[in-house]
């Protein structure tokens, strides 16, 4: 595999090795940051759930977790180093701010959604193409909530002034957070109670008007529809 000046692939030679897009959020996160940045790659799908899921993610990714991204210099399984090798294979691509204050921001909350957040995890799983009510809301995950909503009206009142997403256009921090705007749409939310102006259902929408998100969706609903003819 070669690349041209500003990282562009000239071949097709990754494989995003992923879970089940209505499941897994981890997933989401490296191919909505593999589509911005225009890279072609092929999808090798594992469905979670299964006995043999386990097994079968470790014969891809030496960490037993999917995403895993297979390249030239070998396997990626981590989101987050996937979107920052992604970043620095195309830097063209604007996977991060160009401003330092900007890009230094876009890193710390997206490592703080990659080590944080566990009871909104735990509680508020991802499950795209369902409808559930909120579960019980424990004071952790009630923090949580907050947390985030404070993240994203303070990223989008800073860096937000040239479009709809958390500095304005498409970052790894989008890919970061995306999974959350769909918890928060799968479980009806309640994001004014929880400190909310107005910016963080805004940003809801502006996720799921994302075309790549849309596709997304669509992959999830077909697989789900798969699941039932099982």
């Known amino acids: ?31 909505l940051s593999l589509k911005a940045c225009g890279a072609p790659f092929a999808e090798e799908r594992i469905r979670l759930r299964l006995p043999d899921s386990k097994a079968e993610i470790f014969k891809r990714s030496p960490s037993g977790k999917v995403p895993a991204l297979k390249t030239e210099i070998g396997v990626i399984y981590d989101s987050l180093a996937i979107v920052e090798y992604l970043a620095e294979r195309y830097p063209n691509a604007g996977l991060w701010p160009t401003d330092p204050a900007a890009r230094a921001a876009a890193r710390c909350i997206s490592a703080e959604m990659h080590a944080g957040f566990q009871a909104l995890r735990n509680d508020m799983p991802m499950d795209l193409v369902s409808r559930f009510p909120m579960p019980d809301v424990s004071e952790t995950l009630a923090n949580n909530i907050r947390r985030v909503i404070a993240i994203w009206k303070d990223t989008r009142a800073r860096f937000g002034h040239e479009g709809p997403l958390l500095f304005g256009t498409f970052t790894n921090a989008d890919a970061m957070y995306a999974p959350v705007a769909t918890r928060f749409r799968t479980y009806g939310t309640p994001l004014a109670h929880y400190g ?4 963080a259902a805004d940003y809801v929408d502006a996720i799921y008007a994302m075309p790549d998100m849309t596709e997304w969706l669509e992959g999830a609903r077909a697989e789900m529809h798969e699941r039932e003819l099982v």
């Open 1 to 31: 595999m070669t690349t041209t000046e500003g990282g562009t692939m000239t071949d097709t030679g990754y494989t995003l090795v992923l879970g089940d897009k209505n499941y897994s959020s981890w997933s989401l996160r490296p191919w």
């Open 196 to 199: 909310d102006d107005g910016t």
